[in-house]
């Protein structure tokens, strides 16, 4: 069992920058494969990254390479996105959620509650 709470969200300016952070608890967190969801309002939840267990092998999709950055501390048992140059359209619910699996095809059975990032123009 992990337990998964996100923090870090809030109301930035376009071209600004957050860090959300998603801590983790449950003995299984340093073997499970990390991952960054977003869900805006009318839309489905889309995948934004993935880290591997290690840290080692990370994934983004097309529409935040460059600007999104996942990392994790296995030490605290935390999972970071830092997100930059944000813009109006990164706007969503943010979530974390663990699993395994590499890149894309990962497949993840815990998630955390979200933290709502709201981005003015």
């Known amino acids: 069992q992990v337990l998964l709470v996100e923090s870090g969200g809030g109301l930035v300016q376009a071209g600004g920058s957050l860090r959300l952070s998603c801590a983790a608890s449950g003995r299984t967190f340093r073997s499970n494969a990390m991952g960054w969801f977003r869900q805006a309002p009318g839309k489905e939840r889309e995948l934004v990254g993935v880290?591997?267990?290690?840290?080692?092998?990370?994934y983004y999709a097309d529409s935040v390479k460059g600007r999104f950055t996942i990392s994790r501390d296995n030490a605290k048992n935390t999972v970071y996105l830092q997100i930059d140059s944000l813009k109006p359209e990164d706007t969503a619910v943010y979530f974390c959620?663990?699993?395994?699996?590499?890149?894309?095809?990962?497949?993840?059975?815990?998630w955390g509650q979200g933290t709502q990032v709201t981005v003015s123009s």
């Open positions: 959620a663990a699993g395994y699996g590499l890149g894309p095809h990962a497949k993840f059975d815990y």
């Open positions: 880290i591997s267990w290690s840290g080692g092998s990370t």
